[in-house]
């Protein structure tokens, strides 16, 4: 494993993966406005940051723990791999005549907040970095 910058820069690094991810999903969404029977897709992937977070920073869960009162009681199952994305199909859109429903206002709204986000990301990466330059360059000078 490489130098790391810094806890954060990990996870803002998934996150713009999880944003490229949606990004392309959007796109293919998009593409197939004219297929017929076809569902409009998304990503979730807060959930799987959040607990990734949680990991990083060493943080307590926000989830109620179950109380056990004796040994012999079972365990609580353990929660499936919450770090990857889950896909579902987007709902609440009117079917068109040919069974498709995706919306190029719905789609072409959501591309535009990920590519906020996405970019915002991009920016906190940067200013990140800049500032382990930055104390590497006066590390120098030092010297």
């Not at 992937?45 to 109620?64: G, R, T, Y």
């Amino acid at each position: 494993m490489g130098i790391s910058i810094s806890k954060s820069h990990e996870l803002m690094a998934k996150a713009l993966d999880f944003r490229s991810i949606r990004q392309d999903m959007i796109a293919s969404n998009i593409a197939n406005a004219d297929t017929p029977f076809y569902k409009p897709r998304d990503v979730r992937f807060e959930d799987a940051l959040a607990k990734q977070k949680e990991e990083v920073f060493h943080q307590e869960s926000n989830k109620l723990k179950l109380a056990t009162t004796n040994g012999e009681h079972l365990q609580p199952k353990e929660e499936q791999n919450s770090l990857r994305p889950t896909t579902f199909f987007r709902d609440g859109h009117m079917a068109r005549n040919d069974g498709n429903s995706v919306d190029l206002d719905v789609e072409t709204t959501e591309m535009s907040k990920n590519s906020v986000m996405f970019n915002a990301l991009v920016q906190a990466m940067k200013k990140d970095s800049l500032i382990f330059k930055n104390v590497i360059d006066a590390s120098s000078k030092l010297n």
